[in-house]
């Protein structure tokens, strides 16, 4: 981990998820006592760059990570030397999660825009969640997402053709803005479009062709980076298979 990447808060707990640890996928079903033993595992906040990494491939596992605001991604290097996008996080999403099974992180997380993460003691956590059974369970749910989100990708990797992919990408997307709030039809990409081939098991051509035969079809506008969702059901219906040009 490159020093100039990482720099702490002067003030670590103040303003990290004082008033929102409740928010943290990690705290449901918690009381309030039971909140503020979780909130004594927050060991500090940190800011990562854009481009910086937050942790590498390899490194020993210490800390798992609330992404607080900004976006990341997450990538793989095969022994080629060729990386592969394995998923994008925003806020509200932890990082690290892969590593609890070997105790080495397992890929690169890097952030897409200036970001913030709470760190939390994977160590503290895990004797926590023994006392906690509902930590505990929230944990365990937090790692079958993690799976159902691979099983998620190999089912569209190995049987939706590229249009399907990108529509795919883009409901998931709209889903979680909406859930943060923000507006599920109108938004700006953090990643790049090589990003997403890569994360879509597609060449950048490719992803192009399909932006453009969205916009044909009337069912997304993309700019640059600017996403304007037009039809949406026409979107999951194109991802189901039933879209029908007119």
Request: glycine share 6%.
């Amino acid at each position: 981990m490159s020093e100039p990447a990482l720099f702490q808060s002067q003030h670590p707990k103040a303003t990290c998820f004082s008033r929102s640890v409740s928010k943290l996928p990690l705290s449901t079903g918690l009381n309030s006592r039971d909140l503020e033993r979780l909130e004594t595992l927050i060991i500090e906040r940190i800011k990562v760059k854009k481009g910086s990494a937050l942790y590498r491939m390899g490194d020993p596992l210490r800390s798992l990570y609330a992404v607080r605001v900004g976006a990341f991604k997450t990538r793989m290097m095969s022994f080629d030397g060729c990386h592969q996008i394995i998923g994008f996080q925003v806020p509200g999403d932890m990082l690290g999660l892969e590593a609890i099974s070997s105790g080495h992180y397992g890929c690169d997380a890097l952030a897409l825009e200036d970001s913030e993460v709470c760190s939390i003691h994977f160590l503290r956590l895990e004797k926590l969640s023994q006392d906690l059974p509902v930590l505990q369970h929230n944990l365990h749910k937090l790692m079958s997402h993690e799976i159902v989100r691979d099983l998620h990708m190999l089912f569209l990797t190995g049987n939706l053709n590229s249009n399907e992919r990108l529509a795919d990408f883009l409901l998931n997307l709209s889903q979680q803005l909406s859930t943060l709030g923000n507006s599920s039809t109108d938004f700006v990409l953090k990643m790049s479009r090589d990003d997403i081939a890569s994360y879509l098991g597609l060449r950048l051509e490719t992803i192009c062709r399909c932006i453009a035969h969205l916009r044909n079809h009337a069912l997304v506008e993309i700019v640059g980076r600017n996403v304007k969702i037009l039809n949406i059901e026409g979107l999951r219906y194109l991802v189901a298979g039933h879209f029908e040009s007119s």
